[in-house]
């Protein structure tokens, strides 16, 4: 498996101008490409489907373990998550050009944010914790790839900026 990469970005300050929004840690996790993604517009067998979520799922469970700045972090953590509140975004690179919708690919980004769940990143995804996954599409990678970008969000300032950014559709 291809090794995920994490970015860690220097923790949050005090002092930023109005409506900035100042994160905590970042982590990039890259999952190996040519793994089978869920589309909303396929219509599966429910056991293909549920195979799918749970390779999705273990794959992600697994970078997290594998990229020595997550599990660095995980283990500081421990027995808690890693973090309390975030925002993903999720970024979908397709195999070949062309246009695509990447929010189709909410299957497969769900699958592999509950794999975060699983590695102890955050406690739960629920709408008290995360915002999105936001998913955008990325340049072409040969066999496909999802990436997911993890930003910590430290204080309810941030979280409420975080979520009036999203809500009115402005970029984080």
């Not at 549920?50 to 390779?55: G, I, L, R």
């Not at 990143?121 to 993890?150: A, F």
Request: hydrophobic share 45%; glycine share 10%.
């Amino acid at each position: 498996m291809t090794a995920p990469t994490t970015a860690g970005a220097a923790p949050a300050t005090t002092g930023a101008a109005p409506g900035v929004v100042l994160a905590g840690r970042t982590f990039t996790i890259t999952l190996p490409p040519g793994l089978p993604l869920l589309n909303a517009n396929e219509r599966i067998f429910h056991h293909q489907r549920a195979k799918v979520t749970a390779e999705l799922r273990g794959v992600a469970q697994e970078a997290c373990s594998e990229d020595p700045a997550m599990r660095a972090a995980l283990a500081a953590a421990n027995p808690g998550p890693v973090m309390h509140r975030a925002h993903i975004v999720g970024i979908l690179h397709p195999a070949r050009g062309g246009r695509r919708d990447p929010a189709n690919w909410y299957p497969s980004f769900k699958a592999c944010v509950d794999g975060l769940v699983d590695a102890g990143v955050l406690e739960d995804d629920d709408h008290t914790r995360v915002i999105g996954p936001d998913m955008r599409l990325g340049p072409v990678v040969k066999k496909g790839q999802l990436v997911l970008r993890v930003r910590e969000i430290l204080t309810d300032a941030q979280w409420d900026t975080a979520q009036h950014l999203t809500l009115a559709g402005s970029a984080l």
